[in-house]
């Protein structure tokens, strides 16, 4: 039997699943992708990417491409955006002792602080500098400080002008660990998006690399709404699930901001009959969060909301997304919206059609499963 019915209370979000919810293992959300599907370089242009529709209510799948977007929305629709800005997070250099390092910032702590992974023959001890590479990979005059260590991540303390200046003299574009291959300087403008704002993501809000500003204007002349919210994506958006039983994962913390105008926005547009369309996962844990509570409030802090089947979504009435890992909570999210079978079913459509994979991949459109079970 694929998974037990049981009642539970999960993480403290109980009171966002319903009362049933299926114990699911990691390997249900499992799907085989050939190597060549994953996207190592972005397309052309921007809304070059094809776009798969699933509507959850009846398994129904269709081909479109990107630039077909504004067709499937309707004035008075609600587009909610994540205008986090990528940082130049990945660093590269060596120990004092001359063994070769890479620095991935997770997130800057203040001006001239910042918690890192670190990857080295053997982790350094604090106390240590860390001597920088400049972005084409000489050596620098620039060095970082280990002052201590928060579990995996370690502290960094960066010298003046502080965090943010060398990042940008010796930083690179932190690419996906999938996309295995150098950065390159074409993704310093292609692993952002169009309306980024907000410095502090190491990895890109991908679904939204897909607008371009003739896109958004289109939209907007349509009557279409739009709304940002803020979330710091961190390097943890790319671990793996290891529990067996996915309700035995803890998800990473990642930094949210949900402003009272963008709840207002939500409220407003519900209210008057239109829908509330998440761009992207991030997006979507953004207004879940800050609707915690039973309705949405503003919200401003850590995050580790963790939505998989069963989950109650209060805020969403529509996702615009990637494709994502297998067995990734990723996964799970869009299939505790759209149903698991669903989701998977429209995965192995979008493999026999060799669609593009993952961060500069193509897009799916989702509308959700009816009531409260999406398994």
């Known amino acids: ?36 599907l994953i996207a190592r370089f972005p397309a052309e242009q921007r809304r070059g990417s094809r776009l798969l529709c699933l509507d959850g209510s009846s398994g129904t799948v269709s081909h479109r491409g990107f630039e077909d977007f504004p067709s499937l929305v ?7 955006f994540n205008d986090t800005r990528v940082i130049p997070a990945r660093m590269f250099g060596r120990k004092e002792t001359g063994g070769r390092v890479e620095i991935l910032i997770e997130r800057v702590v203040s001006q001239d602080k910042a918690l890192a992974h670190v990857r080295a023959s053997k982790s350094p001890k604090a106390g240590m500098s860390l001597l ?6 000489m050596e620098s ?54 309306y980024a704002q907000s ?13 371009d500003e003739d896109m958004l204007e289109e939209l907007r002349l349509k009557g279409v709404n739009t709304a940002f919210v803020t979330l710091h994506v961190g390097a943890g958006t790319f671990q793996p699930v290891r529990a067996d039983d996915i309700a035995d994962h803890h998800m990473h913390s990642e930094y949210v901001e949900v402003s009272e105008s963008v709840c207002q926005a939500v409220n407003d547009t519900r209210q008057a009959g239109g829908r509330v369309i998440a761009v992207g996962t991030t997006s979507v844990r953004c207004l879940e969060t800050a609707s915690a509570a039973g309705s949405i409030a503003p919200y401003a802090g850590d995050t580790d909301i963790f939505i998989f089947p069963g989950y109650v979504f209060r805020s969403v009435d529509a996702i615009l997304t990637n494709f994502h890992l297998p067995e990734s909570t990723l996964l799970m999210l869009v299939s505790a919206f759209a149903g698991r079978e669903n989701i998977l079913a429209a995965y192995q459509s979008a493999v026999d059609n060799e669609y593009r994979f993952f961060s500069y991949g193509d897009a799916m459109f989702l509308l959700p499963t009816p009531g409260d079970c999406s398994v």
């Open 1 to 36: 039997m694929l998974c037990i019915l049981a009642k539970l209370m999960v993480f403290g979000y109980s009171a966002a699943f319903s009362s049933y919810v299926y114990l699911m293992k990691r390997t249900d959300f499992h799907f085989e992708l050939p190597d060549q």
């Open 74 to 80: 309707q004035s008075g629709d609600l587009l909610i």
């Open 132 to 137: 920088l590479d400049d972005r084409q990979g």
């Open 141 to 194: 005059d620039l060095s970082v400080a280990v002052t201590g260590r928060q579990g995996e991540l370690f502290e960094l303390c960066f010298p003046a002008p502080g965090v943010t200046s060398i990042l940008e003299s010796c930083g690179h574009v932190p690419l996906p660990p999938y996309i295995d291959r150098a950065d390159q300087d074409s993704d310093l403008e292609r692993y952002q998006t169009v």
């Open 199 to 211: 410095p502090g993501a190491v990895a890109a809000p991908t679904a939204g690399l897909h607008f």
